[in-house]
């Protein structure tokens, strides 16, 4: 069975570095794609950042870029994302998802239970 | 980026169908997936390359896509599909994931 948990999630105030991590289980996480996906409080889904398999590829949203950094330690079954110089707007419950790639197509096929992350003073 | 636009709320009776849109901001609407979202839980796909289903969906849901809109679509909608409902593309050209606007399905 897939699982994805994430962890490290919390308060942090505004400017401030969170680390989240998602231990990956289940699956052989070395031949996917992985992606974070946040949830603002009420607000819809946004993608945050990917990264390929060995860790060579990554993108982000433009709203992160230059302060978050996404990694993966294939090793330890393992995704992280750091988050340096943190605003009030990104506060939200982020997800870590397995990232389906099928040559012309990204999606995402199993989700973690989310991670909290509040930015405030 | 690229805008994905749901109705905000749809509203059916039990054993009904309900149907959601998500249309494109342009003429290049790729392929499309969908995800449901109950309160306080993840997402969970229900609909990947616009009408295939994972394992484990009803075949009560299905999905289809025309020109610029996708629909998915619930048969025989019962109490346990009441969810946010978002549409999901990747663009090739800005390597962007775009996720729909969302859609509250309510039982009535």
């Known amino acids: 069975e897939v699982q994805l948990l994430e962890s490290g999630g919390g308060l942090v105030q505004p400017g401030g570095s969170l680390t989240l991590s998602c231990a990956a289980s289940?699956?052989?996480?070395?031949?996917?794609?992985m992606s974070w996906v946040r949830q603002a409080p009420g607000k819809g889904l946004e993608w945050v950042a990917n990264?390929?398999?060995?860790?060579?590829?990554?993108s982000y949203v433009a709203s992160v870029k230059g302060r978050f950094t996404i990694s993966r330690d294939n090793a330890k079954n393992a995704l992280h994302l750091q988050m340096n110089s943190l605003r009030a707007d990104d506060t939200a419950v982020y997800y870590c998802?397995?990232?389906?790639?099928?040559?012309?197509?990204?999606?995402?096929?199993?989700w973690g239970r989310g991670a909290l992350v509040t930015v405030s003073s | 980026s690229y805008g994905l636009t749901q109705p905000p709320s749809v509203s059916v009776a039990p054993g009904k169908t309900a149907s959601i849109t998500c249309g494109g901001d342009?003429?290049?609407?790729?392929?499309v997936h969908w995800y449901q979202q109950k309160p306080g839980r993840a997402p969970i796909l229900v609909i990947f390359?616009?009408?295939d289903r994972p394992s484990g969906i009803p075949e009560r849901f299905s999905g289809s896509r025309s020109g610029n809109t996708a629909t998915l679509t619930i048969t025989r909608v019962e109490a346990g599909d009441e969810a946010d409902y978002y549409c999901?593309?990747?663009?090739?050209?800005?390597?962007?994931?775009?996720f729909g606007t969302g859609t509250k399905v309510t039982v009535l």
């Open positions: 998802a397995r990232d389906w790639w099928a040559g012309d197509s990204h999606y995402f096929d199993h």
């Open positions: 289940g699956f052989t996480f070395s031949v996917y794609w």
């Open positions: 990264i390929n398999q060995d860790g060579s590829e990554k």
């Open positions: 342009n003429n290049r609407l790729r392929a």
């Open positions: 390359y616009d009408s």
């Open positions: 999901q593309v990747w663009d090739r050209g800005s390597n962007f994931y775009a």
